[in-house]
């Protein structure tokens, strides 16, 4: 499901998944354009900051997703174990504990509260001639993998 860039809209869509689907794991996937060739795998998301306007021009009230919720929530998956343990050939993978205060951490954020945990949220860089479609789909198969994983789900 692709999310607006807009936090309410982006919001809306984040309960609607958790309350109608109730997925074991939902993995957020963002666009970091200014890392060329790396991917993030964010560990954490934050409440509160979000004074950068979206799409729609708006931002939160209170600057915050969740009024009262937790400074941060941790995701059930350790980024940190997956980053050590998981290469993808062509492309760096790093360790991330900051998402950034914009539509993808209030997202994420949004995420883990509704998610109880159970969210992931992994950066990306923009396609080009050396990260192709074909590539990073591959790429993210093999990381949504190893959280599966992480989360007691077999491969079969």
């Not at 992931?120 to 790429?139: E, W, Y």
């Not at 093999?142 to 079969?156: K, N, S």
């Amino acid at each position: 499901m692709q999310l607006p860039v807009a936090y309410q809209k982006a919001k809306e869509q984040v309960i609607k998944i958790w309350t109608t689907l109730q997925p074991l794991l939902t993995v957020h996937v963002g666009l970091a354009s200014s890392t060329p060739a790396l991917i993030l795998l964010e560990q954490c998301g934050k409440n509160k900051g979000y004074q950068e306007r979206d799409a729609c021009g708006f931002h939160p009230e209170g600057a915050c997703c969740v009024r009262d919720g937790p400074e941060k929530i941790e995701s059930a998956i350790n980024m940190k174990t997956l980053w050590k343990n998981i290469s993808v050939e062509g492309i760096d993978i790093m360790f991330s504990r900051d998402a950034g205060r914009y539509v993808c951490d209030y997202t994420y954020y949004t995420s883990l509260y509704y998610g109880n945990g159970r969210a992931a949220f992994i950066h990306v860089p923009p396609l080009s001639k050396s990260v192709t479609a074909d590539f990073l789909g591959k790429a993210l198969y093999t990381i949504i993998l190893a959280m599966l994983e992480q989360c007691g789900v077999v491969r079969e």
